[in-house]
């Protein structure tokens, strides 16, 4: 959490205005891809392990196989991430003029307070927060409940289940992949509102197939439209913050995030928790319940009806971010730009 915002807004430091798309892109792309890729890349690590421990004999009288392939993966984690230090400090940051100020509670509580303020008052950092408290809360519904969903709809687990989050990651990878790119055929702040509700409308469609392959390569465009999402957020911040607010914002931003992903977990708990009462389903007893619209019938499950919500808020939250986009654009840039600064100083 200290590293997250230190990095979101360093880049434009480091690259000129028209190249953040660019250099936000494979900073996106990466991370998801080794989400996706990283149950293979420990796969590897362990077998290397077990190899390694049957090479040396001694191993065997001090320590267990699978005890040396885990302490051994951590190991390599661990040395990751000192050679990311050691790249980090490779990097030429620009210097800043004036005194450095000093580490302590009472400015970290201000500057958090600051960011907030700033995000409250700009209306292109609100329209974007808005729909970042709106997409995590609704969108979180896939991180509480995508399990039972593909355990009750799709009659998927294991290798299965894993394919679909895979089918997630790989689009997250290929929209913000690709973004560089829409960005020159679409403008991303026209763009950004209607790709939220886009992902939305994935999310209900996802939640009422019940075929699995397509319901794989459906999610794979959700993933998709996320990943576009990501790197075009970040963007409109990285090119209309100042200096002085952008890691203050930044940090408020990761902080939200985080929080409404928390609230978003218990809230579809609990509303899984309330359809499972009408539709009590459970593995020895897979019930369901008939919605019959007379030229079709549908099965309803619990998991269901509660990505649906999801699906409904993140629509919502779509169509709230085009009208503040909307607004934030008509507003000219000085006085835009003016109203930030002067609040920030407050």
């Not at 230090?85 to 210097?95: D, E, S, V």
């Not at 950004?192 to 319901?215: D, H, K, P, Q």
Request: aromatic share 10%.
């Amino acid at each position: 959490m200290l590293f997250g915002p230190a990095r979101d807004s360093s880049i434009p430091d480091l690259v000129g205005r028209n190249e953040i798309i660019t250099a936000n892109s494979p900073m996106s792309t990466s991370t998801y891809l080794t989400m996706a890729l990283g149950t293979m890349l420990a796969t590897v690590i362990l077998a290397f392990a077990g190899l390694t421990y049957g090479i040396f004999p001694p191993l065997k009288s001090v320590i267990s196989q699978q005890e040396f392939q885990h302490k051994f993966a951590f190991i390599v984690d661990a040395l990751s991430f000192f050679i990311s230090a050691l790249l980090l400090f490779t990097i030429a940051f620009p210097k800043r003029s004036g005194a450095r100020v000093k580490m302590n509670t009472g400015n970290v509580y201000r500057d958090l307070k600051d960011g907030l303020h700033f995000m409250r008052t700009n209306s292109l950092t609100r329209s974007i927060l808005g729909v970042m408290i709106i997409g995590f809360i609704g969108g979180g519904s896939l991180y509480i409940l995508g399990a039972p969903f593909v355990q009750q709809v799709l009659k998927a687990t294991g290798t299965k289940f894993t394919l679909i989050l895979s089918s997630l990651l790989l689009g997250v990878v290929a929209g913000a992949a690709t973004a560089p790119w829409l960005s020159g055929k679409l403008r991303i702040e026209h763009w950004f509102g209607r790709a939220i509700v886009g992902f939305g409308l994935i999310m209900i469609v996802f939640s009422l197939m019940e075929v699995y392959f397509i319901s794989v390569a459906i999610i794979f465009v959700g993933g998709f439209l996320l990943g576009y999402l990501l790197v075009g957020a970040y963007s409109l911040l990285h090119q209309n913050l100042e200096e002085n607010v952008r890691g203050r914002v930044f940090a408020a931003m990761q902080t939200i995030m985080r929080t409404c992903l928390l609230l978003s977990a218990g809230l579809f708990a609990v509303l899984g928790w309330l359809f499972g009462k009408w539709i009590p389903w459970r593995v020895d007893n897979p019930v369901f319940r008939t919605l019959n619209l007379g030229f079709m019938s549908k099965r309803i499950y619990p998991a269901m009806l509660a990505l649906i919500i999801g699906g409904v808020i993140v629509i919502v939250g779509g169509m709230v971010s085009m009208k503040g986009m909307r607004t934030s654009l008509t507003s000219t840039p000085g006085e835009e730009k003016d109203e930030g600064t002067q609040n920030s100083a407050e």
